[in-house]
């Protein structure tokens, strides 16, 4: 008997199909050509073998899907059109997960598949962020993020990928495609599907066959999902306090620039002040890591990666604030601190700017905003008030009237960007979609933490410190100080919460879901 | 400790488990579970019947690959398909046998059940002992089942849940041809000009048949029947959005206006077939402009779709559930094939009327099962025949039931009378399948004995008095026949679960409790026994297996019967030119048949109306599919579609809740899909769940012929927590409604007169 791989050359000549076969034939690749899909919706019947065929291809669990159907519909009874988009990877000319993987664990093939190498991965997952399909899927058992590779390992045999093999339809298929007449145009006409991400933002090579005639609106079947996104706890002690501690060294910065006219210098225990919060928070964003072991290879890829450049930056502002308290218990000459700190303060900058950069992502419209940036600085305010806490423990009077001033001034500007950032999501005027689920997150799913977030804030950052203030002014030093260190508490927590409605609110652009399991992401 | 310190701190990605490596058969695949050996089999879930592999791996089922060398599906699965071998490890398998809950030996749930059931013989003579089987065993299996049922226990009160299914298509065949058996072949829909897909969802039932359309090179044109956009109507190149139930109507006036027009096939019709005068005395009652206003097509595309059947060179119909499932169902397959015989588009490639059945054997049972006929489509009735039978199988004539027994229906009927005191169900599940739960419950509280024998603990399994745990796919060897007549071949991959026995197995052991093993099942030890007595049995049978093998069914990848000396590789299709048809004179029949509006219809209390149907990820009432968790997942619950106009008068959104009922009953909490596939005034809800058991509102008519329940008309209202009261229509709407009763019973009134004229 033949063995189902020796049949193929008599199936191939009834059926001209890839479908059915588990081998393929494969056109050879030309110079600047590389493999993609081909997804025929018309042929497309929505039965999902391909997804089954997929997982059982890869021993995947029933919840890591590498392959979704997502349905579409349109159009008015009896003339009534469903569209079925099954997608895995696009295997993108511009792969946005390899640009930002913090490890370099993404490597596009001479043959134009996106690999990703499971033995570099650490699970950072800040490929399933960047990725505007939604297609790398963190695997818990495995501790690292999974993804479609086409079956490469079939393909380099001769053998076809598992959902091109199962579609009874031959809606899935394997093609050669010339990148450079693909981004010449054919990518526009050619590239896009109803609810799909636009091709170019990485620049998708999956060719799309499209019903004629479509419905001007076709509507997702997982419109009514309501489901938020991780709450990210680490990062969202991490990212606060290391803004914190940003807004700390500038106090201390600006103490000791201020001390070489004259005023009176900050001390040691400032000093150490500041490098708290961010000692704490840095090694805290490990545990979102599947592999908190291989954290420090985050810093790989730091030529494309924010990731990277973000966790060298903040590792050294943290290494040099340490430095900087030795330079205190030393009391060397205040000109070399000055010096010192300034570098210190530069790198400090430049981690927190890779810090918001890290959510400037074309994929997660919510986070792709102005005001996320301009917040992610401005919460450094809380590093303000602590050092004048301090100031009003170690008696620096003159100096806490002044950083209280001056932390009340922040924390008004950081109430503006706050309330900027909710209001734009009002008024938004591209990505509505994704944008509108973020703000029915806010308001349907999380409505107590915002009123919670804005009453802590209001109490925290603006009422407390301003009767701080005033006691400080009537001399009442020690009440003054307590109250300052509750309001620190306060307005720590309504960040916090803040934050993490930042990242369980994010919405990503993406593919149509269905009706039950929406997009399996 | 430590392995979870390592495990939290990531050393371990489990590359071994998710390594891939190469098979000599299937190439790479999953190294975690590469089989030891590939086992030759068929699926054994819906009637398309796909040829496959069984990977197993120490003795366990790890993998279902397609075989890229069979014709019915070339190499592809539908989604169950593929995942098919989870289902022999479902948590929901039954290990040992047991009574009353408890895990007891198989001695002691044969004893008790063969005591009671003798004793009710006894006592109420052997016909209150009922069974009802299902389409899923093998055909082995059906006919040991068939000869333990009428030749041992003497009870023709024997039917199976196929009557749930194809009976329909079965009775309707029979009164055309004057036999059952689906004349046409898969390889038609590659070949067909025009394909009529009536009342059925392949898209969703039969996936598989989606590559013989797409093998198709004239690019056919593909009709769409259904008063649903269903996946399937996506296909379509014409979609007729049909009036709920008015399917007779509409292949009546398509016959109406074929002989109004002159087009039908005169030579064909006169060397072919009965009644064609009779036909068009009766078809005036169907004039087109009337039938629009029955069926809601208008009578442009009547005459378009009727244009169009009669020019294409190769026209095929096929059907399932939305044909079948109606009280007029056995004569609305009758109405499909009087088309096809007045344009002779039957008997040749392309052609035909072809009705897909549900079930992986169904058809099997078809053959073999003594439900609707003796073995080999046998009449009931003819003494002559009924000796050929006896002769041939070795039993005293007396034996040989002379009628069929009481359908699936009316066996719940007579248990709820009282005739019936012990049931034996086997591998079905009523308390989801069957209509009206409620009364179907409390009728099964009747019983003496309900023993069910599944492989799965299914919610019948729970109310069972005693348990017969059985094999299940893949843990037994026979054959099953597909919708296009193919013989496949199964065959056992894995030892049966736990303590459970292959149903032939137990048939066998079985009757030896009541003695009657020796004259049913001489000298039988495995399935190949039963095989070679129904390979005698069939001979010269229109389903005739007289020339197979198990050997060359493998090697053929299944055989199309009748397969004898004359056609030893089997048959494509019926009815070509050579072969007859099995009425006296040879001659298939062109009937007369009536439609008639549904009897209980919407109404002010009740003014929508309900369609029941099935999903792609699961399979019947969930025994087989629930615990597959990615066919779960993707369906774990019913929805009711609501088109957005009723939606909005409920003042509901998809992803609310919101409740049925119906004048059987009500069904709470279902979560609500608001879509443009259905039109307002209709809903859809699958059959599927126990959890939102939809058959608690489903309408009690049955076809009086075939006794299939009109399973997709149902009248029910809704009812949303805003608008308890659910949906008020008009008067008006009503009356519009009445008056169309009104036309048809004036019809059927004038035409009594003419009768008695």
Known sequence: MKTPLESFIDFKAETDKQCGNYSIELPVLQDNEQYRFHFDAIACIGCRCCEVACNEQNNNPADIKWRRVGEMEGGEFPYTTQLFNSMSCNHCIDPECLKGCPTNSYIKLDNGIVFHNDDVCIGCQYCTWNCPYEVPTFHEERNIVTKCHMCHERLEVGQSPACVQACPSGAIEIEAVNVEEWLDGDIDTQGNMPNLTDARVSNSTTRYTLPQELPEELNSADEHHLKPFHKELPLVFMTVLTQISLGAFLALFLGTLLSNIGFEEPNFLMAIAVVVPAALGLPLSALHLGRPFMALSAMKNYKTSWLSREAILLGVFTILMSANTVLYFLEVPIFTRTLFEFITLVIGVAGIYSQSKIYMLAARPSWNRRTTMLKFFSTGYIGLFLIALISLMTQNHTASISLLALSMMIAVVHGFFSYEDRRDLYNHKINKEPIAKTLRLYNEYFPIYTKVRVTTFILGALALPLFVTILVGAGEYSNAIIILAISLIIMSVSEFIDRMLFYATSTCLGMAGSFFVGRQR | ?757
């Open chain 2, 1 to 757: 400790m430590i392995s979870k310190l390592k495990d939290f701190l990531g050393f371990d990605i489990k590359a071994e488990k998710y390594k891939l490596s190469s098979d000599p058969q299937f190439g790479m695949i999953s190294d975690y579970k590469k089989p030891d050996k590939w086992v030759f089999s068929t699926c054994g879930y819906c009637g398309v019947g796909c040829g496959l592999y069984i990977g197993v791996k120490d003795g366990k089922a790890v993998y279902t690959k397609g075989n890229p060398t069979h014709s019915v599906n070339k190499g592809t699965l539908c989604p169950k398909g593929l995942s098919e071998h989870q289902l022999i490890n479902s948590p929901d398998r039954i290990s040992e046998p047991k009574i009353d809950g408890k895990d007891v030996t198989w001695n002691e749930a044969f004893k008790k059940t063969s005591d009671t059931f003798k004793r009710v013989a006894q006592e109420k003579g052997s016909k209150s002992v009922a069974i009802i089987s299902t389409g899923q065993l093998l055909t082995e299996e059906f006919y040991a089942l068939g000869k333990f049922a009428q030749l041992g226990l003497k009870t023709n009160n024997f039917d199976g849940n196929t009557t749930l299914c194809m009976a329909s298509a079965v009775a309707g065949y029979k009164q055309s041809f004057g036999s059952d058996g689906p004349p046409s072949s898969y390889e038609d829909f590659e070949y067909a000009d025009m394909i009529i897909l009536v009342g059925a969802n392949i898209a969703d039932n039969h996936p598989i048949l989606k590559l013989h359309i797409n093998k198709n090179k004239k690019k056919p044109f593909i009709v769409v029947i259904d008063p649903r956009v269903s996946k399937t109507a996506q296909m379509a190149d014409l979609f007729i959005p049909i009036n709920p139930r008015t399917d007779l109507a509409l292949f009546n006036t398509l016959a109406y206006i074929i002989l109004e027009q002159g087009w039908e096939n005169t030579e064909y019709i006169t060397a072919s077939t009965n009644g064609l005068s009779d036909l068009k005395k009766h078809l005036q009652d169907y004039p087109p402009q009337e039938v629009s206003n029955i069926t809601g097509i208008e009578v442009e595309t009547l005459y378009e779709l009727a244009r169009q059947f009669v020019k294409a060179p190769a026209a095929l119909s096929a059907w399932t559930m939305g044909v079948n499932q109606s009280a007029l169902g056995t004569d609305t397959v009758s109405a499909i094939v009087n088309l096809h015989l007045l344009t002779g588009q039957i008997g040749r490639v392309g052609t035909g009327p072809f009705s897909i059945t549900g079930q992986c054997n169904a058809m099997g049972s078809r053959e073999s099962s003594f439900t609707s006929s003796l073995p080999g489509y046998r009449p009931f009735g003819d003494e002559e025949v009924a000796r050929e039978y006896a002769e041939l199988v070795n039993v005293p004539v007396e034996l040989v039931p002379t009628e069929r027994g009481y359908k699936y229906a009316e066996i719940i009927d007579a248990i709820d009378r009282g005739e019936i005191k012990a049931l034996w169900i086997i591998a079905t599940n009523p308390l989801v399948s069957f209509v009206n739960q409620k009364k179907l419950r409390s009728a099964l509280k009747k019983l003496d004995i309900l023993v069910v024998q599944d492989a799965f603990m299914s919610d019948t399994a729970l109310e069972a008095d005693v348990i017969f745990p059985a094999a299940t796919w893949g843990e037994k060897e026979g054959t099953y026949t597909n919708s296009e007549r193919r013989c496949n071949k199964a065959n056992r991959a894995v030892e049966p679960f736990g303590n459970s026995k292959s149903d032939f197995a137990i048939f066998l052991e079985f009757s030896g409790y009541f003695g009657f093993k020796d004259l049913i099942y001489p000298s039988w030890s495995e399935p190949k026994d039963a095989f070679e007595e129904f390979k005698r049995v069939t001979k010269n049978q229109l389903c005739d297996y007289s020339a197979m093998s198990y050997k060359l069914i493998e090697e053929l990848k299944g055989i199309q019967w009748p397969c004898n000396e004359a056609s030893p590789k089997g048959t494509a299709r019926l009815y070509s030119e050579n072969m007859p048809f099995s009425t006296p004179n040879k001659k298939a029949n062109l009937l007369c048949v009536e439609w008639l509006p549904l009897a209980s219809d919407v109404c002010k209390a009740f003014p929508l109306m309900l369609n029941t149907g099935r999903t792609v990820e699961q399979w019947h009432t969930r025994t087989k599919t629930k615990s597959i968790a990615i066919l779960d997942d993707l369906a774990p619950e019913a929805w009711v579609e609501l088109n957005p106009k009723d939606a909005q008068i409920l003042e509901v959104k998809s992803g609310d809740r919101i409740a049925l009922s119906s004048i059987n009953g009500r069904v709470e909490n279902v979560i609500v899909k608001v879509t443009q596939k259905v039109k307002d005034g209709s809903v859809f809800v699958p059959f599927h769940f126990n959890t939102e058991l939809v058959n608690t509102l489903t309408n009690s008519e049955f076809c009086p012929k075939s006794g299939e329940p009109n399973f997709k008309q149902s009248a029910i209202q809704l009812h949303s927590i805003k608008v308890p009261e659910g949906i008020k229509i008009s008067e008006a709407e009503v009356s519009v409604q009445l008056v169309h009763q009104k036309v048809e019973e004036l019809n059927i009134v004038i035409k009594d007169k003419e009768a008695t004229l």
